[in-house]
């Protein structure tokens, strides 16, 4: 074998070493991570359980119509107040803006 050929495969052996130290450390790290995310997994998959229970879903259905129906149409007829009041001054605005005479070029100074 020729030297330079016995190079190329030393260089070959160092990087695949490296790789190899790489991908430990990497897995290292992968796996400390999804070891300080397990509680919050966790966490999210018993909320999903409780929250998808049939019982708690129909318990918010009729706290909804007994406890915040009142309150929550208020909000809805508040809401719809508040946007038509928004439409209006939108309007006015518009109309505003339509009544000021734009400056011509020729008041500039520039050419027409």
Known sequence: ????????GEKEAQLRQRCEAQRATVAREIASIEARFERVDRFARVARAALLHPAV??????????IGRSRGMRLVGRLYVLNAA???????IRVFKGLVPKE?????????
């Open 1 to 8: 074998m020729s030297d330079r050929v016995k190079q190329l």
């Open 57 to 66: 879903i129909v318990g918010a259905v009729v706290a909804l119509f007994t």
């Open 86 to 92: 928004a439409r209006q001054l939108l309007q006015t």
């Open 104 to 112: 011509s070029a020729a008041a500039r100074g520039g050419e027409p």
